[in-house]
């Protein structure tokens, strides 16, 4: 199985940056596609971005040029710079792992993400 491990959350002003950071470790040969997910008490979990093998990502509308998903191959690893953030983007942030063999996504215990004066 895939483990996944996240770090890098914490408390930022309004326009400020924050870097994620997710560490894979396990059975990770089959892993398709890394991404990140965010989650607020009460709602969805919502898709913030994903990144395929061979480098194709996929952001969602929400971001607007705002954040860069990356990743580190040799060392397992998946990244989010998030950059210019908004109250509205406090929640908790999981990472994920898909593989493609299996059609599993394993999830990260997730980091909290606070944007707040």
């Known amino acids: 199985q895939v483990q996944l491990v996240e770090s890098g959350g914490g408390l930022v002003q309004p326009g400020g940056s924050l870097r994620l950071s997710c560490a894979a470790s396990?059975?990770?040969?089959?892993?398709?596609?890394m991404g990140w997910h965010r989650q607020v008490p009460g709602n969805l979990r919502e898709v913030v971005a994903t990144?395929?093998?061979?480098?194709?990502?996929n952001y969602a509308n929400f971001v607007q040029g705002r954040f860069i998903i990356s990743r580190d191959y040799t060392r397992n690893t998946v990244t989010l710079q998030m950059n210019d953030l908004k109250p509205e983007d406090t929640a908790v942030y999981h990472c994920?792992?898909?593989?493609?063999?299996?059609?599993?996504?394993?999830w990260g215990q997730g980091t909290q993400v606070t944007v707040s004066s």
């Open positions: 396990g059975s990770i040969f089959d892993i398709s596609h």
């Open positions: 994920n792992a898909y593989e493609s063999g299996l059609g599993r996504v394993t």
């Open positions: 990144m395929s093998n061979d480098g194709t990502t």
